[in-house]
């Protein structure tokens, strides 16, 4: 049960499913033609996809990969695409493959800054406040 990561894919779930319903919420601000062409281009085709993959991304740099991750992030769609668009189950599946590259290049960063702790190198001063507050990386399991 510790390699799936749950609370951490639950962590980065929330985040995504609070992104979207903030960007549902916006849309209402709209009148009805302005806020169907918001729901449609920027929800379901520009940043939604993207914002799955950036938050798996971000998610995976600090935690490794999370497997459940992808399916989750194709699932969080799932309630509103019956509420408020056409069912389309590719967008469902597109947003979990998204969710799952990100998670994947999200572990390659990780992998990557952990080799360098290996080897003795200073952590790259990259990070933001938020993530210098915890520490990050248990190189101990990879010994």
């Given at each position: 049960m510790e390699k799936l990561k749950?609370?951490?894919?639950?962590?980065?779930a929330a985040i995504l499913l609070g992104f979207f319903v903030f960007g549902i919420l916006i849309s209402?601000?709209?009148d009805e033609v302005t806020a169907e062409l918001f729901r449609i281009v920027i929800l379901e085709w520009g940043a939604f996809p993207m914002l799955c993959a950036i938050c798996g991304g971000?998610?995976?740099?600090?935690?490794?990969f999370m497997p459940l991750y992808g399916?989750?992030?194709g699932a969080v769609f799932?309630?509103?695409m019956f509420l408020f668009f056409e069912p389309n189950w590719g967008l469902a599946i597109a947003y979990a493959l998204f969710g799952a590259l990100g998670?994947?290049?999200?572990?390659?960063l990780?992998?990557?800054?952990?080799?360098?702790?290996?080897?003795?190198?200073p952590?790259?001063?990259r990070k933001s406040i938020i993530f210098s507050m915890f520490d990050r990386y248990d190189t101990k399991k990879y010994k």
């Open positions: 749950l609370k951490a894919t639950a962590e980065a209402f601000l709209f971000v998610v995976s740099m600090k935690n490794g399916i989750l992030s799932l309630p509103f998670s994947l290049f999200g572990h390659w990780f992998l990557k800054e952990v080799k360098r702790i290996e080897e003795g190198r952590e790259k001063r």
